[in-house]
């Protein structure tokens, strides 16, 4: 069973930076979507940034130019370097990683979480 462990979150002021990681414990190389969801209290779970279709780039347009994903495939991790930050950032974020086959439909693995608040 894959597993997704987040770390990297944390307090930080408006205008400052944090890189959340996500290790995986087995290859990422085959999983056809992997990326970071958000979800702000009281808020659905959103779509921040992902790695889609093996090597296209996606990014929620509130965190354009400001977030960077990337991916250490040697590494099995998904870092997200967030810099600009604002209050509205504030969530708790969460790997997640789908892999597509024809026997089981889409497979849909996610992390625990891990908290990011942007406050003065």
């Known amino acids: 069973q894959m597993q997704l462990v987040e770390s990297g979150g944390g307090l930080v002021q408006p205008g400052g930076s944090l890189r959340l990681s996500c290790a995986a414990s087995e290859s990422i190389f085959s999983f056809n979507d992997i990326g970071w969801y958000r979800q702000a209290p009281g808020k659905q779970r959103e779509l921040v940034a992902a790695i889609t279709g093996g090597d296209r780039l996606n990014y929620t347009d509130s965190v354009k130019g400001r977030f960077t994903i990337s991916r250490d495939i040697a590494k099995n991790t998904v870092d997200l370097q967030m810099n600009g930050l604002k209050p509205e950032d504030t969530a708790v974020y969460y790997c997640?990683?789908?892999?597509?086959?024809?026997?089981?439909?889409?497979?849909?693995?996610w992390g625990q979480g891990t908290q990011v608040t942007v406050s003065s």
């Open positions: 997640f990683a789908v892999l597509r086959t024809i026997l089981q439909g889409d497979l849909n693995y």
